[in-house]
C-alpha cells in the first residue's frame, strides 16, 4: 500500500512515516507492483484504465452519498484488503432533533453554507442539530441576512491558515451577532469526505450541543 505525498501536507494520526509514497505516476506505481490499487470513483480515470490494460488489478470504491452507505464503503474496503468485515465501525446511535433544536450553520472557505439534500445534513441532523439553511445544496451566504437572523452555533469548516477565502467568517458584523463561545470547530479533513471518521464527528457534534444547551 502506498500513499500519496500529499499525506505528509495534511497528516491523520493513524498513518505512520512507514508508509510508502507514490506521485501517481504510472511510472512510479508499476514499481511498486502491486497485487491491488484501489481507485475512488473520479480519481485518475486515464491512469486507472492504464492499469487495468497492463493487467493489474484496479478496484473503484464508490464515494458514499448517504451515512449507511459509509458503513458498506468500510466493509468492501475491508474486504479488498483481505480483513473481516466485522470490523466495519458503526454509527453513533442518533440524537433526533425536535422543533425546537438549536440551529447550526456549517460554514465553509468563501462564505460557503451547506444546506438539505446533502451528506453534511444528514451528519448535523444525526447529532441532533437544525440545519440553519433551509435551501438545498450549497449555497453562498448574505452576511446581512446572517447577522439579521444569526443561527444558534456555528461549525467552521474550514482551513486556518490565513487566506482571502476565510475573510467572510471573520467580518465584524458576523463576530458581533454570533459570541465566540457558538462557533465551533473540528478537524477540518472530517468533513471533506464520508468515512469512518464521520462517526467521531457525529459524537463531537452530540457532544458539542449538549454543551451547548446546557
Avoid at 15 to 28: A, T
Wanted: proline share 9%; aromatic share 8%.
Amino acid at each position: 500500500m502506498a500513499l500519496s505525498p500529499l499525506s505528509k501536507q495534511y497528516p491523520v494520526e493513524w498513518i505512520g512515516d512507514e508508509w510508502p509514497l507514490h506521485n501517481g505516476s504510472l511510472e512510479q506505481i508499476l514499481l511498486l507492483k502491486p497485487d491491488l490499487v484501489l481507485s475512488g470513483e473520479y480519481n485518475a480515470l486515464i491512469l486507472r484504465q492504464r492499469l487495468i490494460s497492463l493487467g493489474i488489478r484496479v478496484e473503484i470504491l464508490v464515494l458514499p452519498r448517504t451515512l449507511p452507505e459509509v458503513v458498506e464503503y468500510e466493509k468492501r474496503f475491508l474486504s479488498l484488503v483481505g480483513l473481516p468485515t466485522t470490523q466495519a465501525s458503526q454509527p453513533p446511535p442518533a440524537t433526533e432533533p425536535s422543533s425546537q433544536s438549536a440551529r447550526l450553520l456549517l460554514l465553509g472557505a468563501n462564505g460557503v453554507g451547506t444546506g438539505q439534500q446533502t451528506f453534511e445534513h444528514d451528519v448535523i441532523q444525526q447529532a441532533g442539530w437544525s440545519n440553519y439553511l433551509e435551501s438545498n445544496g450549497y449555497s453562498s451566504l448574505d452576511l446581512e441576512q446572517l447577522v439579521s437572523d444569526p443561527p444558534d452555533a456555528v461549525m467552521w469548516s474550514a482551513p486556518t491558515s490565513p487566506a482571502l477565502a476565510n475573510q467572510f467568517a471573520k467580518h465584524p458584523a458576523l463576530q458581533h451577532a454570533i459570541p465566540k463561545k457558538q462557533w465551533l470547530s473540528s478537524s477540518f479533513w472530517h468533513w471533506q469526505c464520508p468515512g469512518p471518521w464521520t462517526w467521531q464527528l457525529i459524537e463531537q457534534l452530540q457532544e458539542q450541543r449538549t454543551q451547548w444547551s446546557g
